[in-house]
Structures are given as structure tokens and as C-alpha cells.
């Protein structure tokens, strides 16, 4: 006989069994309707945009994942698209969504952008419940420009073999919003940069000056699906070199272009004779380079004719004109100066001849785009000022500006491309300036490994708020670290390909902000507890004031605890101290009415907004704000 403590015993126990029924049949219920959902459970990732650059009322197609992890069917759930210019939505959709248990689903959206040219966007996927809490969230950048040369995002191809997947590289390079790509060795020779057997119909097979064999079919399919992208494709080639079999005939006579060569003068304590660079061993005895005179008008005709025939038989879109450098004194075959100069004086220096080779070689170009690097920045005022579509240079860190200061840390990148975008104003699509595309080799000696994260993040946060870009990311995924592109072997590793991701879809989304009028200020920046430099110090937050017409912007770039030289050799520079809560006062005169965050390190790039207090010293006005977290660099702009 059961009592009555028994009976009180199975009641609990059967209160107790129905409680977790219910407890399981609400969960099951809560994720079909819309319920909460732990971290880990849905995922989503854009896949990426269509192109890497659209035309003004152009339409974007761009598609979403979306992961069920759990064991559970989930409906009710709500994909959202925001598409953001700064901190503003600009446009909105969404769609209703159901995942069956440990299933994916793609979902695509499709957006007209909008009319305005040279617009930056970010668009914002967020997966909701229906109550519209936010359960996961991707973003990427989204750029409308009509033309790429007013931000120009260069990448570059170096291998050409005949199994290349030129489909995957090219998609991988869209993924980072490459919008032109160099096609670094992609020629035979440098005077005769296409055999003359290759033709459109037959695209052939040559070899380069190493023995490389160059596949035609493979360069072709590059060009296509670089097409397909938007993406500009550049023929790289030297504006002044030949090789062996230019200067010298079969027998070792010279040829007539040998008359065209260039020669150290004899003050020129660099060399003498004639100016070669010794390239390496080469199976066809082509491996010396000889440099022609700029200003020789028959080597002007011959390599203008030669980049032409590129054009008639490859889809190429311009000519990437490279060089060696700043060699001193030169003169040519007759010991003559090479030329004589816009202001009426003898041209000794190549770096003096370039305004009127760019010149010229754009003229003959037919509307082909020119971009050019004036190696070590030597020459590069000349190159500001001529009608070049894309200002370009190769950085090294031994080579001095034209004041003399070393480019051997940030603030000397910073400042010869602040001094790039004044000088090239007047030579610009809209008077607005031209971005310099910096090239600088991070980890040079580095040889076993990946590459070292902070060292490339804070080279590349510096030039970005400058106003500038960046070569590196190219022939698929990888990144340049040294001169000769077919030699980069060292990776990027999984931690650099995600934060250069969310860097390219930054510096895409603010591209207005970074490279678009702006200008350096000296506004005065107090942060509490820390020690602040303007030019960009070791050990200190490099707080470096920018402004346009409509916003002030404060760029905070996290140098605590480590260095402020650009080439990080060995890969061993620290990363920075992380930082939070930083209290910042910024001095200004202006009128702020609000203040907004931006950072590829923070919430996926979103804006987000700070509150502020206003205040005045003995400084002067100031706005005083709480920045919540630096890790590389936050950008900070007051309307």
C-alpha cells in the first residue's frame, strides 16, 4: 500500500517529467519560431561581390551562406542587407529564411547602386529572429567608381604556366577588391616584350629572359576573367631596357640600338662604361639588362611601337613602366647629355628625364592607361607632374627624399604621399590629387614561416590614412615580400589573410575619407595615461589629424610597444599593446556635431557612433570622447 509521502513522491517525479517535455518542446518550438540562439549555432559569410569595382546605376548581385549547425529545423529567421556610405544606410532589403538541420544555403541579393561616381560603401548581412535580434552578422566593402585611377587598388600576376587555375586567382584577388593588376614577367624580352609568331589567333608559348616558359592561352584567360571582374590589366615592362641580343648581334657586333645606349659620365664615381644590371643566369644569354636613353627619340619609337603590338594582339588595358632606380650622372654613346630639359638646360640624371618620356609615351599610348614607378621615389616630383593615369613607387628604405630624410619609417611613407596627392592636384580626374600606390617589401629576409601580421597591418594602416595604397596582395593570395615576384614563397598564414580581408573591405567602404580631398591638420590630441606623437613615434599612439571639406578625422595608430621602421627585415616586430577605453581630447575651433568610429578590427568595420562632451583649457576647444578599443588603427571622424 502506497502512503502518502509515496504518493507525494510521484507526483514530483511526474511534475518533474513534464517539466522537461516541456522544456524540450519549447526549444524546439523557440528555434522554429524565431527563439534565441546560443553563439555557434548559425553562421554567415558573403561570399564576396561579383566585381571589384562597379559603374554608377550598375547592378551587383551579391551572395550570402548561411549554416545551420544545430541538429534542429530553424525558420522564421529574417537575412537583412544594409548597404552604408559612412555611418548612413543608403539602401535596405531583406528575406524571410528557413535552414533544415546541418545544412547550408546560399542567398543572393541584388542591388542597382547608386548614380554618384567614386562612392564608397559598406554592406552589412545580418541574420535575425524575428523579434530582430541579431544572431550573426558579415560585412563587405563595395566600391562605385567609373574609372579605377581615382582609387586605384593594384595587384599584381606572376605565373603563366599552362596549368594555371587563372579563374580561381582571379576570383581570390576580386575577394581583396583588386581593381588593376600588374602582369609582372609575363614578356620574352624587355625590348621585344611578344615574339613575333604570337599573334590574336595563335597566342602561343614563349620563354622569358630565365628560361620560364610563358604560356599565351594562360595570360589571355587572365585578361578575360580579369575583364569580367572590372579589373584593369597593366603589361609590365621597362620604359629603357634591352637585353644581350638588343645591343649585340650573333657575331657580337653591336646593333643599331647600341647608339641609344646609356652611359656613366665620367664624374659618376657609380660605375663606367656602359649602365647594364646583371640580372642572372639566363638559358637564351639574355640575362643582362642595358638602359637605353629616355630622351633618344628612336628608342622612344621602338618601345612606343612595341607596347602598341601588345595592345592589337592582348587584350592589355596599359603599360607598367618600371625602372632601376637613381644612378647618378649619365650621358649617351657620344658622351652628349641625354637631353635638354623643359627649362632649357642639359638632362644628365634619368630621374630628370621622366616628365617628358611619361609625356610623350602617354600620347602615344592611344588612351591606353600609363602607370610608372620611379624606383626609390627618386624622380617622383616629375612623375606628380606629368599626365601618368597612376602614380606609383617602390620604396626602399636606403633612399632619401628630395629634403634628404631617409624613407626608412612611416612617417617618411606618410609624407611623400601626402606630398604626391598636392603636387598631382592640377593632373588629377577631379583636381582632388592622385593616391600614390606604395610598394614596400615587408619581411624581406624572411625565409621560413608566414609572414609577420603586425609588421604589414601597421605599414599598411599608416599609408591607408595617408591617403595612399598598397601593391602587395596578388597572383592569387599571396603577398610580395621581395623585388622579384616569382620568388615570393613565404605566405600570409590564416591570422594576416583574415585581418587583409576586413583591411580591404575597409579601406574600400571609407575610400571617401582616406583619398578622397583630404588633407593633414595639426590639431592638437591629448590621450589620457599615454604618450602621443604626431609624426608617427616609437612606443606612442601615432595620433595623426586629417580633414575635408566636411568632417575632421583623427587617425589613432597603435605604435605601444613596438617600433616605427616600415621593413620589419626579419619578421620580428611586436605587435601593439591593445588598448581600451582610451580617453581622447581633440582640440579644435570647429563646430562638431557628431562623432562616429570606424576600424577593420572593430565590429567588421562598422561605424559606430561616440558620445562626447565639449570642454576648454588653456589648449583651447576641445571635444573630449572615449575611443573603446585599439588594436592597429581606429579612425575616428566628427562631422
Known amino acids: 500500500m502506497k502512503t502518502a509521502l509515496d504518493r507525494r513522491k510521484w507526483i514530483i517525479a511526474g511534475l518533474c517529467m513534464m517539466l522537461i517535455l516541456f522544456t524540450v ?35 551587383t548581385t551579391i551572395t550570402v551562406t548561411v549554416g545551420n549547425l544545430t541538429e534542429t529545423i530553424i525558420d522564421n529567421l529574417w537575412l537583412k542587407m544594409n548597404v552604408y556610405h ?8 531583406q528575406q524571410s ?21 567614386y562612392q564608397g560603401y559598406l554592406v552589412c548581412m545580418q541574420l535575425t529572429d524575428k523579434k530582430g535580434n541579431r544572431i550573426a552578422q558579415d560585412t563587405i566593402g563595395l566600391d562605385v567608381s567609373s574609372e579605377w585611377i581615382k582609387f586605384p587598388r593594384y595587384g599584381y600576376l606572376c ?43 595563335v597566342p602561343g608559348v614563349w620563354e622569358d629572359w630565365s628560361g620560364r616558359r610563358i604560356y599565351g592561352k594562360t595570360v589571355k584567360e587572365y585578361l578575360q576573367f580579369a575583364h569580367g571582374k572590372n579589373m584593369v590589366n597593366m603589361a609590365y615592362n621597362m620604359i629603357y631596357a634591352g637585353t644581350d641580343s638588343f645591343v649585340k648581334d650573333i657575331d657580337g657586333n653591336p646593333t643599331k640600338a647600341a647608339a641609344w645606349q646609356l652611359y656613366f659620365a665620367p664624374d659618376n664615381e657609380r660605375g663606367e662604361g656602359a649602365f647594364m644590371y646583371q640580372m ?3 638559358p637564351s644569354g639574355n640575362g643582362n639588362l642595358y638602359f637605353m636613353n629616355p630622351l633618344n627619340r628612336s628608342w622612344q619609337q621602338y618601345i612606343f611601337a612595341q607596347e602598341n603590338h601588345i595592345f592589337e594582339v592582348l587584350d592589355f588595358d596599359g603599360w607598367h613602366g618600371d625602372t632601376v632606380g637613381d644612378w647618378g650622372k649619365m650621358v649617351d654613346v657620344s658622351g652628349n647629355p641625354l637631353g635638354i630639359g623643359e627649362n632649357g638646360q642639359p638632362v644628365y640624371e634619368v630621374k630628370e628625364s621622366y616628365r617628358q618620356f611619361l609625356n610623350a609615351a602617354k600620347e602615344a599610348l592611344g588612351g591606353h592607361y600609363l602607370s610608372f614607378n620611379p624606383v626609390g621615389a627618386q624622380g617622383i616630383e616629375q612623375v606628380n607632374t606629368s599626365d601618368v593615369d597612376v602614380l606609383y613607387t617602390e620604396f626602399w628604405p636606403w633612399d632619401s ?25 592640377p593632373y588629377s580626374v577631379d583636381e582632388k590629387g592622385k593616391s600614390l600606390v606604395v610598394k614596400a617589401y615587408i619581411n624581406y629576409y624572411k625565409t621560413t614561416g608566414t609572414l609577420n601580421a603586425p609588421g604589414v597591418l601597421l605599414c599598411d594602416s599608416a599609408v591607408y590614412a595617408a591617403g595612399g595604397s598598397r601593391l602587395e596582395i596578388g597572383n592569387g593570395d599571396h603577398m610580395l615580400h621581395v623585388e622579384y615576384y616569382p620568388d615570393d614563397d613565404i605566405p600570409m598564414g590564416e591570422e594576416l589573410q583574415d585581418y ?36 608617427g613615434q616609437s612606443n606612442t599612439i601615432w595620433a595623426y589629424t586629417r580633414a575635408d571639406s566636411e568632417y575632421e578625422i583623427l587617425h589613432l595608430i597603435n605604435l605601444l610597444g613596438t ?15 591593445y588598448t581600451q577605453n582610451i580617453d581622447v581630447k581633440y582640440y579644435t575651433n570647429k563646430e562638431i556635431t557628431e562623432i562616429n568610429m570606424a576600424s577593420f578590427t572593430i565590429e567588421q568595420g562598422m561605424s559606430t557612433e561616440l558620445s562626447f562632451e565639449k570642454g576648454e583649457d588653456a589648449g583651447g576647444k576641445y571635444f573630449e570622447f572615449v575611443v573603446p578599443a585599439l588594436e592597429y588603427w581606429d579612425m575616428i571622424y566628427m562631422k
Not at 402 to 425: A, C, F, H, P, W
Not at 563 to 577: H, I, L, S, T, V
Request: glycine residues 6%.
Open 25 to 59: 518542446v519549447f526549444r524546439i518550438c523557440g528555434n522554429r519560431q524565431g527563439g534565441l540562439y546560443e553563439v555557434g549555432q548559425l553562421e554567415i559569410l558573403i561570399n564576396g561581390t561579383d566585381k571589384a569595382r562597379y559603374a554608377p546605376g550598375e547592378k
Open 86 to 93: 559612412l555611418d548612413e544606410v543608403v539602401y535596405s532589403d
Open 97 to 117: 529564411l528557413a535552414l533544415e538541420p546541418k545544412a547550408d544555403k546560399n542567398i543572393s541579393f541584388i542591388w542597382t547602386v547608386p548614380d554618384r561616381d
Open 159 to 201: 605565373d603563366y604556366g599552362e596549368e594555371e587555375n587563372a579563374e580561381e586567382k582571379i576570383e581570390h584577388m576580386n575577394r581583396y577588391h583588386i581593381n588593376a593588376i600588374e602582369y609582372y614577367d609575363w614578356h620574352a624580352l624587355h625590348h621585344e616584350p611578344l615574339p613575333a609568331d604570337i599573334t590574336r589567333q
Open 280 to 282: 642572372g643566369s639566363s
Open 401 to 425: 627624399d628630395r629634403n634628404g630624410v631617409q624613407y626608412d619609417n612611416y612617417q617618411s611613407l606618410v609624407t611623400e604621399i601626402e606630398r604626391t596627392m598636392e603636387e598631382s592636384k
Open 500 to 535: 587583409m580581408v576586413k583591411m580591404a573591405d575597409f579601406i574600400v567602404a571609407y575610400e571617401n575619407l582616406l583619398r578622397d580631398g583630404q588633407f593633414t591638420t595639426e590639431n592638437r590630441v591629448e590621450i589620457a595615461d599615454h604618450q602621443v606623437s604626431k609624426d
Open 563 to 577: 617600433d616605427n621602421e616600415w621593413r620589419d627585415e626579419r619578421g620580428k616586430k611586436e605587435a601593439p599593446a
